[in-house]
């Protein structure tokens, strides 16, 4: 795409920024999104498993993630993994890669509360250490989170998650020991609309700043 000129824009303000017209802006223009491939397990110890894009990590000291989980659309229910996390107080988000889209794309599926998707999708899992939510074997990525604060957002319709990181769970075939290769972990990534990306090209600039806690070099 060309530099855009000052006057080829259309601009959207706030008085025409309904909830469908925000969620159609919002999502075409923040991306990619990773994905939290989350699992969670009901009172009756029933795991569910659905994607969310609406994540991202949002605080080092202590490690922790947030996942924006809005009402249905359809009916104004809360979803099942929202529902599951306030009275767990617990989830493991799994990295989607392209090895899983297919299946973590069907996760995502409306099942009924009493339907695990784990077992309808004939997912293996690995039992956690720290939670009751296992954890999905085919990622390469677990991360064990136990919920710090659940903020509602705005009219009401959107809840932030945000849990703290008690376990890293890393695939040896993507972590060295000290950092995790995206090109081998091959994440998938969420765009606008019915659309995924993978990790596509890959730059490289040396780093000007050092990372949080970091004493050693920049790199
Ligand atoms: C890739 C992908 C990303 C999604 N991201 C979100 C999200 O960030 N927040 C949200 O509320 N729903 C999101 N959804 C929709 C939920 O996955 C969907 O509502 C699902 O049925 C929830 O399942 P549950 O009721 O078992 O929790 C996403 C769906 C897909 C396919």
Redesign the pocket.
């Given at each position: 795409m060309n530099r855009p000129q000052p006057t080829d824009f259309t601009c959207v303000e706030h008085d025409a920024l309904d909830t469908e017209t925000a969620y159609r802006l919002l999502v075409g223009c923040v991306v990619p999104?990773p994905?939290?491939w989350?699992t969670?397990v009901d009172a009756a110890g029933r795991v569910?498993?659905?994607?969310?894009?609406?994540?991202n990590y949002v605080a080092t000291s202590p490690p922790m993630l947030a996942?924006?989980?809005?009402?249905?659309a359809g009916d104004g229910a809360i979803?099942?993994?929202?529902?599951?996390i306030l009275a767990s107080r617990e989830f493991v988000v799994n990295v989607?890669t392209e090895a899983t889209m297919e299946e973590?794309?069907q996760?995502?599926?409306?099942?009924p509360?009493d339907i695990s998707?784990a077992q309808a999708l004939g997912l293996p899992l690995l039992p956690s250490r720290h939670v009751r939510a296992p954890r999905i074997a085919s990622s390469p990525v677990q991360m064990e989170c136990r919920l710090d604060q659940a903020v509602t957002l705005g009219r009401g319709v959107?809840t932030l998650y945000i849990g703290e990181v008690v376990a890293f769970h890393l695939s040896n075939a993507v972590y060295d020991g000290h950092r995790v290769d995206a090109q081998k972990m091959r994440p998938v990534a969420?765009l606008g609309g019915p659309f995924?990306s993978g990790l596509g090209e890959v730059f490289h600039r040396p780093m000007l700043q050092k990372p949080p806690g970091g004493e050693g070099s920049a790199d």
């Open positions: 999104r994905i939290a989350i969670t569910n498993v659905a994607p969310f894009s609406s994540y996942v924006n989980i809005a009402l249905r979803k099942d993994t929202a529902r599951n989607a973590m794309h996760s995502a599926w409306e099942y509360p998707e959107n969420r995924y």
